[in-house]
């Protein structure tokens, strides 16, 4: 079983940018792809970025495309989301997981507790 923690969330003003940290314990955390997906008030929780075992490929929804990054250090068991240019639309409660699936991260098996992202205009 895997446990995942977030951090970094916070109030930020549109256009600003926040990072967004997650670590993992285990030892088989290389082995996963791992994303990060949010949730925002009356919406279905969405997939974001997600990011391979090996770290050779990463995913973004459209939404995000060009501003948001998904990187890991799995010497660190560590991932996370560089958010740039936020928009209040990013305003949601973000979620690190874990997709024993697919290579993509866009099947989550495990999750994080969720931080909170706010996006003030």
């Known amino acids: 079983q895997v446990q995942l923690v977030e951090s970094g969330g916070g109030l930020v003003q549109a256009g600003g940018s926040l990072n967004l940290s997650c670590v993992a314990s285990?030892?088989?955390?290389?082995?996963?792809?791992m994303a990060w997906f949010r949730q925002a008030p009356g919406k279905e929780r969405e997939f974001v970025a997600g990011?391979?075992?090996?770290?050779?490929?990463?995913y973004y929804a459209d939404s995000v495309k060009g501003r948001f990054t998904i990187s890991r250090d799995n010497a660190k068991n560590t991932v996370t989301l560089q958010m740039n240019s936020l928009k209040a639309e990013d305003t949601a409660v973000y979620y690190c997981?874990?997709?024993?699936?697919?290579?993509?991260?866009?099947?989550?098996?495990?999750w994080g507790q969720g931080t909170q992202v706010t996006v003030s205009s």
């Open positions: 997981a874990v997709d024993l699936l697919s290579s993509t991260g866009t099947v989550p098996r495990y």
């Open positions: 285990g030892r088989t955390f290389r082995n996963y792809a």
């Open positions: 990011i391979s075992g090996s770290a050779g490929s990463t």
